[in-house]
């Protein structure tokens, strides 16, 4: 996401931090390259212009001239802009006063409202709360098998309305289906258009007059750029929309229509597709977003990924032995598992702060996926006592596990010498006995420890 722009803003404001003291000039060709490359990534002209019209007034009447970090000061005023062209803060699903809250799912084909009704039932689930899905798409004959099958995925229930052949005759039952099974939300799935055209509108009208929605959310696809916002504008215009889900951001490398949606429609992005399965959605927060885009990478986001996929007992656990020095290979393999479950490595790795400006200098090949799928069918060829005690293994055992993960001995050994190696950094971040004793004194290595500590809790894995 964003890694065009991400790359020339920080080009951008890299050179600028360089100078000691700024002019009005530095500012404008700053500017004025912020502003190309707003454009390059799709942005709204319109929104791109007022942008850049901001900062700079505001970087113009700060002290900012005056200062002795200006690059700095222009970074953060530009992204506070950021913040609020991508909507300010988080913008949460409002329930309704009554039981239950009606979500309406509208937008063109294609664009995910079925993967999202499912994405959004399973994030309701997790926090608790009932869902029932509602399939009001009529159109496509597939429509309902498909919400079926995502229902039974997140285990939520799905409403269907038989021979029934009128959309808010459906609608409206399974709201009272969901009322019936003490639902707290019912979510309706809709059928979408190739366009936005009358048919479409008119229908969506009737739905919305049948169930009366708490929330109405246009689903659009971020690939699709600025007919998404155009869509979006019309949809708000003729139906009314309480929020957007931007899907695809996974795809989507530009981000012109994240960008200038809200902007444009004064409508809120509640929540980001980032990927087909149901656990592929995030709440929307723009201050992470923004703090993305200028290189200073996504912590919080990584932080709640991990919290969501990690067990805190098991990460107590797996601390303990860390620290005892009994981390083995089989350990290493329930961390890498569970690493894989928060995302593709590279997406994970992009909301790391610093690795924008790393890309390119570290070797792809040591992150992507395929590195993991290796060492686990390596560690996988392992019996369960190699995977205890490494030393054990010799050149035969290494060929017999190279034959049955479809690797070298030399991958083997590999990975053993890294294993070798990262239980050693593993024994002296967590204080075990090394022998030896550093200069800078305690003081230092307490915190040091401390910081790598909370490190290795963060991704339970030490070596990334
Ligand atoms: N990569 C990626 N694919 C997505 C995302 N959301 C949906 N898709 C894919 O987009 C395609 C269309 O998704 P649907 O949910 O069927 O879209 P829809 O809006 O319900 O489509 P219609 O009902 O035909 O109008 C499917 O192949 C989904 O897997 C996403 O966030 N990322
Ligand atoms: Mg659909």
Redesign the pocket.
């Known amino acids: 996401m964003f890694e065009a722009l991400s790359e020339k803003l920080n080009g951008v404001f890299g050179r600028l931090g360089n100078k000691g003291r700024l002019t009005e000039r530095d500012i404008d060709e700053a500017l004025r390259e912020v502003r190309m490359a707003l454009l390059e990534a799709d942005v709204n002209f319109r929104v791109a212009r007022e942008f850049v019209a901001r900062v700079r007034k505001e970087a113009l009447n700060s002290d900012l001239l005056k200062s002795l970090s200006p690059g700095q000061q222009v970074v953060k005023i530009t992204s506070d802009a950021l913040v609020d062209i991508l909507g300010g803060g988080v913008h949460r699903l409002e329930a309704g006063g009554r039981q239950p809250s009606v979500i309406l799912m509208v937008?063109l084909?294609?664009?995910?409202?079925?993967?999202?009704s499912a994405k959004l039932a399973r994030h309701l689930k997790q926090a608790g709360q009932t869902p029932v899905m509602v399939a009001a798409?009529l159109q496509?004959p597939a429509?309902i098998q498909?919400l079926q099958t995502l229902g039974k995925q997140v285990d939520v229930a799905v409403y269907e309305g038989g021979s029934a052949r009128s959309t808010p005759r459906v609608a409206r039952d399974g709201v009272k289906r969901a009322t019936e099974l003490n639902a707290a939300w019912a979510i309706v799935?809709t059928?979408?258009r190739f366009q936005v055209d009358n048919e479409l509108m008119s229908e969506l009208e009737a739905v919305k007059n049948a169930v009366s929605p708490d929330e109405t959310l246009l689903?659009v696809d971020a690939m699709t750029g600025q007919e998404a916002v155009e869509a979006a504008k019309q949809f708000h215009d003729r139906i009314g929309l309480t929020g957007l889900i931007m899907?695809?951001?996974?795809?989507d490398a530009r981000g012109g229509a994240a960008l200038s949606i809200t902007a444009v429609t004064g409508v809120p992005i509640k929540f980001i597709?980032?990927?087909?399965r149901p656990d592929?959605l995030e709440p929307f927060h723009p201050d992470r977003l923004a703090s993305r885009i200028l290189g200073m990478g996504d912590m919080l986001t990584l932080i709640d990924k991990a919290q969501a996929n990690f067990d805190r007992a098991e990460a107590a656990e797996m601390e303990k032995k860390i620290r005892q020095a009994t981390f083995d290979l089989e350990d290493f393999l329930g961390q890498l598992q569970q690493l894989k479950q928060m995302g593709p490595i590279s997406q994970v790795l992009e909301m790391v702060p610093g690795f924008s400006a790393m890309k390119g200098k570290v070797s792809v090949d040591e992150l992507d996926d395929s590195h993991l799928v290796r060492t686990e069918a390596i560690i996988r060829s392992m019996t369960p006592e190699e995977r205890r005690r490494p030393e054990i293994i010799g050149g035969s055992r290494r060929r017999r596990i190279a034959r049955g993960s479809g690797t070298t001995p030399q991958d083997v050994n590999q990975l053993l010498n890294q294993f070798g190696q990262m239980q050693k950094m593993m024994r002296q971040m967590m204080g075990a006995p090394t022998g030896k004793r550093s200069r800078g004194g305690k003081r230092q290595s307490k915190k040091m420890r401390r910081m790598m500590r909370e490190q290795a809790n963060i991704f339970n894995l030490p070596n990334v």
């Open positions: 937008g084909n294609g664009a995910g409202k079925t993967t999202a798409d496509r429509a498909q799935d059928a979408g689903v899907t695809k951001m996974d795809g597709g980032t990927g087909e592929a």
